[in-house]
């Protein structure tokens, strides 16, 4: 039975002003000033593919990233012209792309704030879902205090919306292995397209996704995993449409930044990637005791976890796989 359904939820309306107060602190964790006194080399992508689409040219020409935090980016900022300039738009688009962007920098980077915020909520209500509502506080608390996603909400690149996303696909797929409803599989489908759609590694949230699917339906005749494989796409190519009708120039770009990154000298380490993201990247993106905790609960009971708590396993797995 899910925890979900104990007691807590009778305490409904105090745990969504505990949402709506954790939103807040971690909002003020993340809040992006003082301004960090350098832009990040991906920050550049979101100052000038977005101004490129006002051309009317929705074609980014551009597949390093899909396409959909490009497009919301440019749309902000067109809001931000018509809220707070009065120039002509072409004087607009000159100054920012050719003289100054760090204020349009500025507003994709609040943006991301508030979107780290979110992804606190979403974590606290995964672990209400998993083990009740004093677990989902702590959650929630931990996230929104965590080094790693504190520093990245302060930069305008694809890492943290994807983290939303990705946390958004996981607490449906948790649903789908406690409840089995299609509508999980659909919600959870719409956040792996969207993931995906922002970061094309995100995607492997479809993992602890057919997970979820398999556990609860050990079968593949079953077409709930299916609707939500088949959401996932149909989502990703509404999202990052010319991906798909531009594939040509999508795979040049894709295996250009795979040569960079896997066979150049740029790329050759002295170090392991597991190794460095053990003791560098989580030792002080989570710290030493978060670190032990994620240990602890990864060996706790491995033979008595309930199917939520393999979704939940299987998303780790995927994710550190990866690195």
């Known amino acids: 039975m899910s925890t979900f359904t104990d007691s807590t939820a009778r305490y409904g309306r105090f745990w969504y002003a505990g949402l709506a107060g954790l939103w807040l602190l971690a909002l003020f964790l ?7 006194a350098w832009i990040h080399i991906d920050e550049r992508i979101f100052l000038l593919h977005p101004l490129k689409l ?8 551009f597949f390093i990233y899909p396409t959909l935090h490009i497009y919301l980016t440019s749309i902000l900022y067109y809001l931000y012209y018509l809220c707070c300039h009065s120039a002509p738009l072409e004087d607009f688009v000159a100054y920012y792309f050719f003289v100054d962007g760090s204020g349009l920098i500025e507003v994709a980077r609040c943006f991301n704030t508030l979107l780290s915020a979110a992804t606190a909520v979403v974590v606290a209500a995964i672990g209400r879902r998993l083990y009740g509502m004093s677990a989902g506080v702590l959650a ?3 996230f929104a205090a965590l080094p790693l996603s504190v520093r990245f909400a302060h930069l305008a690149t694809t890492d943290t919306p994807a983290a939303l996303w990705i946390t958004c696909a996981l607490f449906f797929a948790v649903r789908m292995a406690q409840e089995g409803r299609i509508r999980d599989c659909v919600w959870a489908g719409v956040c792996v397209g969207l993931a995906g759609g922002t970061k094309y590694p995100a995607a492997l949230a479809g993992v602890p996704v057919a997970a979820a699917g ?9 077409w709930g995993g299916w609707v939500a494989g088949a959401v996932a796409i149909l989502v990703f190519a509404v999202v990052s449409p010319y991906a798909i ?19 150049s000298d740029y790329a050759k380490t002295d170090i392991a990637s597991w190794r460095y993201y053990l003791e560098y990247g989580l030792r002080y993106g989570i710290g030493a005791v978060g670190l032990l905790g994620l240990a602890a609960g990864l060996l706790w009971r491995p033979l008595q976890r309930r199917r939520e708590e393999w979704v939940v396993v299987a998303a780790f797995v995927v994710f550190f796989a990866l690195v």
């Not at 993340?30 to 960090?36: A, C, L, S």
């Not at 006002?54 to 020409?61: A, E, F, K, Q, R």
């Not at 009708?245 to 040049?252: I, K, P, S, T």
Request: charged share 20%; glycine share 6%.
């Open 214 to 222: 398999l556990l609860y339906w050990p079968t593949l005749r079953h």
């Open 54 to 61: 006002w051309s009317g040219d929705l074609n980014p020409h």
């Open 30 to 36: 993340r809040w992006p000033y003082p301004e960090p």
């Open 140 to 142: 929630g608390l931990f």
């Open 245 to 263: 009708l531009d594939v040509q120039r999508a795979w040049e770009d894709l295996a250009e930044m795979g040569k960079f990154h896997m066979a």
